[in-house]
């Protein structure tokens, strides 16, 4: 919900870059070589920004005074570790509910054969935030490419059916989730939660670049 949601509001604000990893010792060895001045640090894990990084994982936080220019360290404790396991896709995208129509509208000028539309879950399991967004870039792809979309697994076509239940009321589906319930059991995410629902309002693409680092494109 919130990992590739924040990734895409920095990229918007102006981060350089995004480099995203799953072991916290390597993020901090990697940050450690750039200047101070040129680079945040931002982790996540249960939820809650970790002791003395910058920024935990709130797109809130990312506003263009903080990030603009500035490469960025990233460790969630679900979203850049499942970007981490396909990083040697040749397409690699990060897309939220705010950047759908961008990424999709993307991957129909690829124009490729078969595309994986991946999950982050939450500690290796499911997670419905996740079924959602996937609903949504799968329903936008079959109303708007101009050749055949096949649906391959259940799993797709059940995120299909989640997508036009909840499409109209989003946020309450975020907040119910098990995810969401968890967020509001430790602070006030209402605001996170808002941003996160928003749909179609960023024109921006996260793609890697080279593996483990995002830019806008």
Not at 51 to 64: I, R, Y
Not at 84 to 105: D, S, T
Not at 124 to 142: H, T, V
Request: glycine share 8%; with cysteine.
């Amino acid at each position: 919900m919130r990992a590739t949601t924040t990734i895409s509001w920095a990229l918007n604000n102006g981060a350089d870059a995004i480099q995203v990893f799953a072991d916290l010792d390597l993020l901090k060895e990697s940050a450690n070589k750039w200047q101070a001045d040129e680079r945040l640090m931002l982790g996540e894990r249960g939820g809650k920004k970790i002791e003395g990084f910058d920024l935990g994982n709130s797109p809130l936080s990312v506003t263009k005074e903080i990030v603009n220019g500035k490469r960025l360290f990233m460790s969630t404790t679900n979203g850049t570790k499942s970007l981490k396991k396909v990083q040697h896709a040749k397409h690699l995208f990060a897309m939220g509910l705010p950047n759908r129509k961008a990424v999709a509208e993307k991957i129909i000028s690829l124009k490729s054969e078969n595309i994986l539309i991946l999950g982050s879950g939450w500690e290796g399991s499911y997670s419905l935030e996740d079924s959602l967004a996937a609903g949504a870039l799968a329903s936008y792809l079959e109303k708007n490419c101009g050749f055949e979309v096949n649906i391959i697994n259940d799993e797709l076509q059940a995120a299909l059916i989640l997508w036009h239940f909840w499409k109209d009321d989003i946020l309450k589906c975020l907040k119910t989730t098990t995810h969401g319930k968890r967020l509001t059991s430790i602070g006030d995410y209402e605001d996170d939660f808002k941003c996160c629902s928003e749909l179609d309002c960023l024109d921006i693409v996260p793609a890697q670049v080279e593996r483990g680092v995002i830019r806008a494109s």
